[in-house]
């Protein structure tokens, strides 16, 4: 496997990571404060920028305004916009939004693709994906779906109830996965929903450990007899799971490639500060206990950019099914890499660090979530052991 990035895609990492440094980080602030709000004015202007400098939506294909780059391309990037826990959002290449854009390419209707992806595409609009449900609904286990969608006349009805829908309280539009039979293979179907449809119901915005940052707000929704036509069906019907799996297993690999920038940068910034910072005669640089922080995270920073890299050149090949317990491997080592990191970066800064005076407390509350969005650590566990047991997993690549 090569490393080295051909040179285009090389250029093309070092402007990201220039408009990073350049411009978002110096807006964070302003686009969080704004954001507390409900407004945009700061992270519009960004994207008007990315936008003239041909690096908005670069995942999507040339003739829907992206870049058409593959996941191997996607990997060098997405690190580098990860950077900022509002980057992903300046190229509006930000969760739930990257991944509706895919399913709508791979699996919608004329009709619906036209009618949705242009304006998110454009950054006009935004979008939800409702899986998750109260108990005794789906969770880490999709098979407990219970949110119904009953085959009418011209359609569908849908009926239930979902909650951590990201960013389904502000969407034009929803991805909802509902059951249309009770085969436990093919008895879910997905489903594009409009936000204002009648019968959609905005519960409330679930309350979690961070405060809400740009999309990243939980809906809570009820589905009450909402109907839809027979094109808002993705893919086909039966085809949930499948789909499901073809939209999380990329998804994973996207949020690594976000993670271990941010990581990166805040390692970046613990390294600045314990090589002035002094300490019982030295700076904090020079006592041991700080050096294991580091090694470890230099460490596992490379690890988690290796695991990411070996399964998006499986996605890239082709070898979907293949991919799925390498990309949950990704996923679990490096969601608790950024926590772990974020810790540190804490504890290393002391009193400052626990302030809001920096921001790695902030970013921790984001962050912890990320062991739980997109499967759970001990979901993602159980898929690595059994596919190892089984000898569908090789340790040594």
Known sequence: MAFELPPPLAELRTRVRAFVDDAVIPAEKAILEEDREKKRDTLNALRERTRAEGLFVPHLPKEHGGLGLGI??????????GRSPVGAACFNCDAPDQGNMDLLLKAAAPAVRERWLAPLA???????????????????DPSNLKTRATKVDGGWLIDGHKWYTTGGGDASFLIVMART????R????MFVVDRQADGVEHVRDVPVMSPPILQHREAELRFNSVRIGDDAVLGGVGEGFRLAQARLVPARLTHCMRWLGWADRALHMCREYVLTRESFGKTLAHHQMIQKKIADAVSGIHAGNLMT????????QGLDKEA?????MAKNHVARLLC???????QMHGSLGYSEDMPFSLWYRFARSARIADGPDEVHDVVVARDFLRGALTTLV
């Not at 454009?122 to 939800?128: H, V, Y």
């Not at 890299?309 to 890239?316: K, P, Q």
């Not at 772990?340 to 804490?346: K, V």
Request: glycine fraction near 10%.
């Open 181 to 184: 039979s009770d085969d436990p």
């Open 122 to 140: 454009r950054g006009e609009i935004t979008s939800g994906f409702a899986m998750t449900e109260p108990a005794p609904g789906a969770g880490a």
């Open 324 to 328: 799925r317990p390498y990309s949950s």
């Open 72 to 81: 191997m391309g996607m990997c060098a990037l997405f690190r580098e916009m």
């Open 186 to 189: 093919t008895g879910a179907t």
């Open 309 to 316: 890299i070996h399964c998006a050149s499986m996605l890239e």
């Open 340 to 346: 772990q990191i974020l810790d540190d970066a804490i």
